[in-house]
């Protein structure tokens, strides 16, 4: 299901970047809003090919794009294309032509709609932005795809139909590779630049301004070493999470610059009034969802050893990983013979190997995103726990399953 969505998402995606990388190699190319020395990732695709075609089925690459109904899992489809909301009030998504909109009636008179301009989010949800004038507004609808079903947007009433929650700039420092604030020219705090926008996560954003090493290793073909990029591979382990810490170290953080500023091998407690990325204070409060960093970091596991996320995650490799796969990264540090296996082994067999996960990482709900569905009743929406420990209420329910699986 998942897969076959993301073929036509490469379709949909390719067509356009084959025009885009035409027109890079055009001399007279546009400019790159964050400056010149920034290649823009349709110039790696020459010599970066098998990296470029993992990337465009990525996570980070889709989680910010323009709004089409052929790149979203939500359904325009009558009654199935509405959140009932109260007896008065309910939101709908419609299609008109090649336009999408969210409508709010109230006793079935349209009071409000707005245009779909921008989704953000690719695996487990999606929510839609609208262009008003040089603000952002977040539609009050968002779309579960794990719980397969619309519902409000996090954090939204069921007694309004709120089409004026105004995103700063702040959601596209993770979502996205670039918007401009123009807030110091008229002192409001959420006016963005719509034609400085690069949506999606690009090469760039993790590896930092390339347009020299493009330009050198252009220059230089016979060069097989790479010249003026970060090489992330020599950075301490410590900054290395600082990189994935940019996004994935919660939003409760207090900036006192952008993070788009952020390039690998940066501190990124420079960017902050003395926050800690690392080790969560009190890891009982921390909410499973985008917290990754915190939560690992606070693991016994990350403590005595060098892991880190891309122990686990590889970031050019999209392929997709069972929780097996994942047990496989445990057994590697975690065996009889080094003396530090599970002492569940033996009450479970040689099967144990199949599944840490579900004991060590359970799947929590999150506090973070609550659904009010209105008359509809949602399920919780679940992350995977980051912080590896021992959880006994998931142990009793995983040793169940070993046992009707014998
Ligand atoms: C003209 C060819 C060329 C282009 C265009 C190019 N690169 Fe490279 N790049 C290389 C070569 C050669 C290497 C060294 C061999 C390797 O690692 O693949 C390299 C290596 C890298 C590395 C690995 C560095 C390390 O050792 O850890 C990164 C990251 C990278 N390039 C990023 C980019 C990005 C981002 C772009 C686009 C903005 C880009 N490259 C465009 C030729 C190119
Ligand atoms: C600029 C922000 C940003 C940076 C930097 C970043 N991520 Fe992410 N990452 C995201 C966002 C946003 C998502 C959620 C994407 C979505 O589903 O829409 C995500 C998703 C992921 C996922 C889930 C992928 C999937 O297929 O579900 C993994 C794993 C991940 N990131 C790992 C990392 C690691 C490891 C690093 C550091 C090397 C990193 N990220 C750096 C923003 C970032
Ligand atoms: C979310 C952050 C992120 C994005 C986006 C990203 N990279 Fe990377 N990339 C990394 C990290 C982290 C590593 C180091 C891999 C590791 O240590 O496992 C890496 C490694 C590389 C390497 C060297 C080793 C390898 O795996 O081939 C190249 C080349 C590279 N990236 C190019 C690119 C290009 C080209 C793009 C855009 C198409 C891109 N990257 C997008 C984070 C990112
Ligand atoms: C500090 C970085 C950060 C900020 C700021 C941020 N997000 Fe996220 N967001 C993430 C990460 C990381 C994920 C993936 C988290 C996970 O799966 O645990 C995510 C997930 C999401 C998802 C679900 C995507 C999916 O498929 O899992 C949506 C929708 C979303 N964010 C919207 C927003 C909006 C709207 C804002 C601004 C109000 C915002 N985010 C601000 C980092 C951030
Ligand atoms: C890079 C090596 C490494 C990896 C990968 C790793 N661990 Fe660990 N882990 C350690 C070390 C070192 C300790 C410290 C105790 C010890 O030596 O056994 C530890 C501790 C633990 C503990 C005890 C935690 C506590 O709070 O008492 C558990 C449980 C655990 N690991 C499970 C796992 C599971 C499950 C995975 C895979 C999801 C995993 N580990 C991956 C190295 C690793
Ligand atoms: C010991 C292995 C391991 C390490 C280390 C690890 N992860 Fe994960 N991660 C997982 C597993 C397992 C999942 C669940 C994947 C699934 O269900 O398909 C996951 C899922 C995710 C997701 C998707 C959201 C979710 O809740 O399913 C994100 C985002 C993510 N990891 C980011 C990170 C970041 C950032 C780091 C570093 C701080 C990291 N991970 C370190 C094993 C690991
Ligand atoms: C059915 C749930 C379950 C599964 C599956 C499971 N564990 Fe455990 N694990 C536990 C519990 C419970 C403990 C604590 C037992 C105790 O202290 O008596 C534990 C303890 C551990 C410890 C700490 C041992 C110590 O010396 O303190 C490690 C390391 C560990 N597990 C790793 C793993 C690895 C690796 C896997 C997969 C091969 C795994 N576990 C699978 C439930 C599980």
């Known amino acids: 299901m998942r897969k076959r969505k993301y073929t036509r998402f490469a379709i949909v995606f390719l067509i356009p970047l084959a025009f885009v990388i035409s027109q890079c190699f055009d001399k007279n190319k546009a400019a790159d809003p964050r400056g010149a020395a920034y290649a823009g990732s349709a110039s790696c695709l020459k010599c970066h090919k098998n990296v470029e075609q993992n990337y465009l089925h990525s996570a980070h690459y889709l989680t910010s794009r323009a709004a089409a109904s052929n790149t979203m899992h939500g359904s325009f489809v009558k009654d199935s294309n509405q959140v009932i909301l109260n007896d008065s009030l ?39 932005l609208s262009w008003v004038g040089n603000e952002v507004h977040q539609l009050p609808v968002t ?6 079903q619309w519902a409000n947007s996090p954090g939204y009433s069921t007694d309004s139909a709120n089409f004026s929650r105004v995103l700063s700039a702040r959601c596209f420092e993770c979502h996205s590779s670039f918007i401009k604030s123009i807030s ?37 073909p016979d060069v097989k070493e790479a010249k003026y990029i970060v090489k992330i591979s020599t950075l301490s382990r410590v900054r290395r999470m600082d990189l994935c810490s940019v996004c994935h170290a919660g939003n409760s953080n207090v900036m006192t610059k952008s993070t788009f500023d952020f ?28 917290n ?31 929780v097996q796969t994942y047990s496989q990264y ?34 929590k709900a999150s506090n973070a995103i609550v659904i009010v569905g209105g008359k509809q009743t949602a399920p919780p929406f679940l992350a995977r726990m980051h912080r590896i420990a021992v959880y006994p209420e998931e142990t009793e329910k995983v040793r169940e399953w070993f046992k009707a699986a014998k």
């Open 90 to 128: 309910k939101i709908v998504m419609e299609k008109h032509g090649d336009s999408l909109y969210q409508a709010g009636y109230i006793h079935n008179k349209l009071n409000k709609k707005r245009p779909f301009d921008i989704t953000f989010g690719s695996n487990r949800g999606e929510t839609f």
């Open 263 to 290: 390039k690998p091998g940066d501190t990124l407690a420079n960017f902050t009034s003395g926050e800690k990325f690392h080790r969560a204070q009190d890891v009982t409060k921390m909410d499973v969802h985008g």
């Open 184 to 220: 110091a020219e008229n002192g409001s705090p959420d006016q963005l630049d719509k034609s400085s926008l690069i949506l999606g996560i690009d090469c760039e954003r993790c590896h930092g301004p390339a347009a020299e090493h493009v330009d050198f290793q252009t220059k230089n």
């Open 143 to 148: 779309y579960y795809i794990s719980l397969h």
């Open 292 to 322: 990754q960093v915190k939560l690992l970091t606070s693991s016994l596991c990350y403590m005595e050893s060098n892991i880190e996320c891309t122990t686990c995650h590889s970031l050019h490799d999209t392929k997709v990983k069972t």
């Open 330 to 363: 445990c057994t590697n540090c975690h065996s009889e013979a080094k003396h530090n296996f599970c002492k569940m082994a033996a009450q479970i067999g040689p099967a144990i190997t199949s599944n840490c996960i579900d004991c060590h990482m359970p799947l």
